[in-house]
């Protein structure tokens, strides 16, 4: 009898106890993984850059994991290549590998701190031909005059407290002739300084104007005079035009030289409006992403905001933008803080000439100016199409799956205990009732038959309780043995 209590009183607590384990062996666990992003590839093959994010998973929260070695190893069809490189503070790691023709990565692993934190064959979408952007040509709310004036600025948009470039054409409103040798004026409101600059357009008409803007409500008004054909005998002409500057508050000044050689090593000057913690670099041409890196603050000038000469490896010749941004893939996401500046690589500037993509502006200059002058138009209206990313290989994917396992595990044990104890908890309820008859048969009147089919049926629960006190103990053995696994 004092078993038979101890068994009724231990019996929950024993089930709760193997419910609260099993549970606990089907919580999630702490989990260090990787995601890797991928972008289309660009369209010289040679090298893929992937965005690797690695984070500390605990109980459905992450936290970015810095300083973080990686060892990444990449298979394709015909070769094995390898990078190395560490996380920065966003635990962001920005990986190029090289990689031949058809630049399709078979197999990634990426490896951190002694274990593997992403594993498998990435995602690798063909690229789409996306249709190409507009000519970024500024807007306009009023124009007059016998001269149209448009203008375009360099990187689209404008950041305060850094030098815009502006690059203005002026054309004869009836025959649509480029003006040469018309005097440009550029006038501002009080948020740009200087507030009133002038220049002078070239053989095809374009003129350059370098202004600082220092708000983000910015309105200008350009002014042109000059005669058709350029000479002093022509009509007088004049044209005005009024419109906003669109700006973008937060973002860097982006620079690099209009046209870099083949072979040579771009260099990219980045300077940041504040101290960013880190700087995200890429290089992307008309297709794809071709080459990305972080860099760490205090690189470059004391004050901690310029970074200058960020070298990229070799391009092969083609039309590229430089783009800059406090975030990753900020430059995707609209972010006000990114910027960017288009170059090329080429081998001489008629070359670069027939690589762009503007047939009005990337055309060659009569007098021969400068490189800057030849290239800025045709660099400035070379719009740069949003580069496609994605998701190529979760690392966090295995660890959800053994979680998974793990939940339906712990989640069996927890039911088995509970219900073994529920059944051994009826089982020594019911025992307790046949012993308590027999007693009231032998006490009593009743017949020997009843007594003995009353001690009959204690034995039979006796026997059933036994097996399900040692059920209830595998359980939760189980249980433990779970865990330790």
């Known amino acids: 009898m004092n078993v038979e209590r101890w068994l009724l009183a231990l019996t929950p607590a024993v089930g709760l106890a193997t419910v609260a384990l099993g549970l606990r062996l089907g919580a999630p666990s702490t989990v260090r993984a990787a995601l890797v992003y991928a972008a289309s590839k660009p369209l010289a093959a040679g090298q893929r850059a992937f965005s690797i994010f690695v984070f500390r998973e605990d109980a459905g929260t992450r936290e970015p994991v810095g300083r973080l070695p990686l060892e990444v190893d990449a298979r394709t069809a015909d070769e094995h290549t390898s990078w190395r490189g560490v996380t920065n503070e966003d635990g962001v790691a920005e990986c190029v590998v090289p990689v031949g023709l058809p630049a399709t990565v078979a197999d990634l692993t ?252 990337c055309t060659a200059a009569l007098d021969r100016p400068d490189a800057a002058r030849t290239l800025g138009p045709c660099l400035a209206l070379s719009a740069r199409s949003p580069i496609e990313r994605w998701l190529a290989l979760d690392g966090f994917a295995e660890p959800r799956a053994r979680d998974r396992i793990a939940r339906a595990k712990g989640l069996r044990i927890a039911l088995s205990g509970l219900l073994v104890a529920a059944l051994l908890e009826a089982a020594i309820l019911l025992r307790g009732a046949a012993r308590a008859r027999v007693r009231w048969n032998e006490d009593g009147d009743g017949d020997s038959n009843r007594a003995a089919r009353g001690m009959a049926t204690a034995r039979v629960w006796t026997v059933v309780v036994t097996v399900l006190v040692a059920l209830l103990g595998f359980a939760l053995l189980a249980a433990f043995l779970f865990r330790v696994s």
């Not at 220092?214 to 002014?223: I, S």
């Not at 260099?267 to 992307?284: F, G, Q």
């Open 110 to 361: 990426v490896l951190g701190g002694g274990e593997i934190l992403a594993r498998g064959v990435p995602v690798d979408r063909p690229p789409v031909d996306a249709p190409r952007p507009y000519a970024p040509w500024m807007s306009f709310v009023h124009r007059e005059g016998d001269i149209d004036i448009d203008a375009v600025l360099v990187g689209e948009r404008a950041a305060p407290g850094f030098p815009a470039t502006l690059w203005v054409r002026t054309l004869d409103r009836a025959s649509r002739h480029p003006l040469a040798h018309a005097k440009v004026e550029l006038e501002g409101d009080a948020s740009l300084t200087p507030p009133v600059s002038t220049a002078l357009t070239d053989a095809r008409g374009w003129a350059s104007i370098v202004a600082t803007p220092l708000g983000l409500a910015l309105t200008v008004t350009l002014r042109a005079r000059g005669r058709l054909g350029g000479g002093g005998d022509g009509a007088e002409m004049t044209g005005e035009s009024i419109g906003p500057v669109p700006m973008a508050p937060g973002a860097p000044r982006v620079e690099t030289r209009p046209r870099w050689g083949a072979g040579e090593e771009p260099e990219i000057d980045l300077t940041e409006p504040v101290v960013w913690p880190s700087a995200y670099v890429e290089i992307d041409d008309a297709r794809g992403r071709a080459w990305a890196t972080t860099v760490e603050p205090g690189v470059g000038l004391p004050d901690g905001k310029a970074i200058l000469g960020v070298h990229v490896p070799p391009l092969a010749p083609g039309l590229y933008w430089a783009v800059a941004s406090a975030a990753p893939f900020a430059d995707a996401e609209s972010e006000t803080r990114s910027a960017y500046r288009a170059f090329f690589v080429a081998a001489s500037d008629d070359a670069a000439l027939a690589l762009g993509t503007s047939v009005e502006a």
